[in-house]
């Protein structure tokens, strides 16, 4: 008993990456489940390796190490100065992701997003916002639309200061560092469904630039299946000096922002509070991107954001979109939107000397092969259905869904988990249909879902079932 109670104490004192990954085996399914087998994650094909491989920790340093170079990139500073501010350095994202455009054959198109925003919270007169964003259209779905994202514009500690020197090495050149680099690598790459790499402004001020392109995309009715927010991305060192090289925080929401008072309602009586389509996608992001390809761990934080505040991927909640947001494990607010000076001995600001770009290096495997995956997998199933049972309180669980015209689709699988689990533990394959029924399979008792695989093994997000209209 006492080495079983030391053993404990040592599991404990690892790092909480460490210890996720110290998983007990797989317990057989519970009594009155139908045969199953274990929910596996996904292996990185050689394809998606050979991507990982490609991404350079030097770009991602000089990236970074140029956005400070403008000296501050404030929404309202300079758009006409040719070295410092706004404008120059939209400038040159601009240029660059041009320049990776040129070698993909036509498949990758750049445009500049520009609108005025009115006078409005830390917005003190009209502004011109300006996104940059980067189009590379799927080859076999192209509406079907996957958007990564990061914000150019930095702050110090007042959001209208827009003279003082304001780095913004980690918040946000760390994120704008992993967008631009993965355009690089996939730019003479052809995935089946459309990536979006985005690169917005006015975020500081209010996701101001954000809210315009998920606006745009829903005026558009874009099939945007998931949407990744890289924001402060860069360190991996805490505030009190601790280190976790090789973890990173995903943020998901439960209810959704979006969600009808008669949504919510259903929710209630049927559950799913933690299953939006936004924690599916977090839960895909944990099964294709933490392996030995990134060496990294996924820690899912079940909140739309860090504890009150708010990033670019809440402006696509809004437009009722799956999203998640990329952070670094644990921040160190010294070094975010904050003045650079020192205080008392210590170094106050946002700069580039913080930052552990081979740390940076393996978020962006995190966010090639999450993006990669989602591309080049299927869609996740829509309209999925779970009746209630003739009668309807029969232990039965009977789903239905529609049926996907892509033609690599090999087969649906049924995935369930007990209440409490926190992810999917166990699979049914179901073959290529559009519905399954069990005559015993106490939904009661447990959560299911359904993913789509391919003729290559990738698999979907889940969509969590509704009940039937």
């Not at 502004?127 to 940059?132: D, E, H, P, Q």
Request: negative net charge; charged residues 15%; without cysteine.
């Amino acid at each position: 008993m006492h080495a079983f109670l030391i053993a404990i104490v040592m599991l404990w004192a690892l790092p909480r990456s460490a210890r996720a990954q110290t998983n007990s085996p797989q317990q057989p399914a519970p009594i009155g489940a139908p045969p199953s087998k274990p929910y596996e994650p996904q292996a990185p094909s050689n394809e998606l390796r050979q991507l990982i491989n490609q991404i350079d920790q030097s770009n991602l340093r000089a990236t970074v190490e140029k956005l400070v170079s403008f000296g501050t990139r404030h929404t309202a500073s300079s758009q006409t100065d040719p070295a410092r501010g706004i404008g120059a350095a939209t400038d040159w994202v601009f240029q660059q992701l041009q320049t990776y455009a040129a070698s993909s054959s036509g498949n990758m198109t750049v445009q500049k997003q520009s609108f005025v925003q009115p006078v409005g919270p830390n917005i003190p007169v009209p502004t011109t916002i300006t996104n940059v964003i980067a189009t590379l259209t799927g080859a076999v779905s192209p509406n079907r639309t996957y958007a990564i994202l990061a914000h150019i514009d930095d702050r110090v500690t007042d959001v209208l200061n827009f003279t003082s020197d304001s780095p913004g090495a980690d918040t946000d050149a760390s994120g704008v560092a992993v967008v631009l680099e993965l355009a690089r690598v996939m730019a003479t790459r052809k995935p089946n469904a459309t990536i979006v790499f985005s690169l917005v402004a006015g975020e500081e001020q209010g996701l101001y630039g954000s809210a315009f392109e998920a606006r745009q995309l829903a005026a558009a009715s874009v099939d945007v299946e998931g949407m990744l927010n890289v924001d402060t991305v860069g360190s991996s060192t805490a505030q009190d000096g601790t280190p976790d090289a090789h973890e990173i925080r995903l943020f998901t929401e439960g209810v959704p922002t979006a969600a009808t008072a008669a949504q919510i309602s259903l929710m209630q009586s049927i559950g799913g509070e933690n299953d939006s389509a936004s924690r599916e996608l977090g839960r895909f992001v944990k099964s294709v991107a933490e392996n030995q390809a990134t060496g990294m761990t996924v820690w899912l934080i079940n909140r739309r954001d860090r504890y009150h505040y708010g990033g670019d991927q809440i402006s696509f909640q809004q437009q009722g979109l799956p999203a998640a947001r990329f952070t670094e494990p644990n921040e160190n607010f010294n070094h975010e939107r904050v003045d650079v000076q020192v205080v008392n001995g210590v170094q106050f600001g946002d700069l580039a000397s913080f930052l552990n770009f081979a740390f940076l290096r393996r978020v962006t495997r995190v966010n090639a092969a999450t993006i990669w995956s989602l591309a080049q997998g299927p869609a996740t199933p829509k309209n999925v259905h779970l009746s209630l049972g003739v009668p309807s309180n029969s232990n039965s669980a009977n789903l239905s869904w529609n049926a996907d015209t892509d033609p690599s689709i090999a087969r649906y699988e049924v995935v369930w988990r007990e209440t409490d689990d926190p992810d999917w533990t166990y699979v049914i394959p179901v073959g290529n249909v559009t519905s399954v029924s069990f005559p015993f399979f106490a939904k009661d008792n447990y959560l299911i879902g359904l993913r789509a695989v391919d003729v290559k093994g990738h698999h979907s997000p889940v969509a969590f079932p509704t009940l039937v209209p």
